[in-house]
């Protein structure tokens, strides 16, 4: 008689069927990867043709993400590009702006005989950098000697921190476009130059023809 246990049932399987179970466990599994599809080379090219498009297209259009090319969120008063304006331009309307340069030097450079030296042919503006730069942003006062006439009218007055004040920039542009304006063939003047001399003679007064001539 059989106890009613689960540990006293007799074995499942026979010694034949498990070694049999065992040889087929251990034969050739069938090549599972076999099953796997290739993708199909039509999609390939597909895909790499979209990743073509899209470098050529943020090679061409994204403007480098630089901000000041294109945004199209960006308000008006942000375009902070910077637009050099030609220092020729610019100074010839300096030259001609209300109370400016053309008041007493006039339009033509001419200046008024005996009281407005002329500033076409004269040998201060076509001189040394330093002494027209001076004489702009300090002013000039007593006797001068201009196309070898002699001027003692009226004074000429500051254009730096004793008089109207102007920026390097504007000094430097006016003087480019007066030095290059009715026949004068001098070098463009540089704000860096103007700064240089303003650093240099800091809150200077009017300068006199013998001082000037001492500057090189
Ligand atoms: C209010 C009249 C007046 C204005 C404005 C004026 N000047 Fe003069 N300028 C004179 C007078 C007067 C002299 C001669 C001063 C003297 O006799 O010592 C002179 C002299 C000069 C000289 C040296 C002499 C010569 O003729 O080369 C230069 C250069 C010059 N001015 C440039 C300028 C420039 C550039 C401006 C404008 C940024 C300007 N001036 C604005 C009156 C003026």
Redesign the pocket.
């Known amino acids: 008689m059989t106890p009613n246990d689960p540990t006293f049932q007799p074995a499942a399987q026979t010694d034949e069927e498990l070694l049999n179970a065992h040889e087929a466990l251990l034969a050739k599994q069938p090549d599972d990867r076999a099953h796997y599809k290739l993708m199909p080379l039509a999609l390939l090219f597909f895909f790499s043709g979209l990743i073509l498009f899209a470098a050529t297209y943020l090679n061409r259009y994204s403007g480098h993400f630089d901000k000041t090319i294109y945004d199209e969120n960006a308000l008006p008063t942000d375009h902070n590009v910077e637009v050099k304006i030609d220092p020729v331009v610019f100074g010839k309307q300096l ?1 001609a702006s209300s ?3 053309v ?3 006039q339009a033509s450079g001419q ?1 008024v005989p005996g ?5 076409a042919g ?1 040998e ?2 076509n001189g040394p950098d330093e002494r ?1 730069i001076s ?2 942003l300090y002013g ?5 000697h ?1 196309t070898s006439k002699s ?2 009218a ?4 500051s ?1 730096g921190p004793s008089g109207f004040n102007w920026s390097d920039e504007k000094i430097a542009d ?2 480019t476009y ?1 030095r290059q304006e009715w026949g004068n063939k001098a070098s463009a003047v540089t704000a860096d130059q103007v700064a240089a001399v303003r650093a240099k003679d800091g809150a200077h007064t009017a300068w006199t023809e013998p001082d000037l001539l001492q500057i090189k």
């Open positions: 030259f109370g400016a340069c008041t007493c030097h200046g009281t407005y030296p002329p500033l004269s201060w503006v027209v004489i702009v000039l006062q007593g006797t001068v201009v001027f003692n009226a004074v000429m007055p254009f006016v003087l007066v």
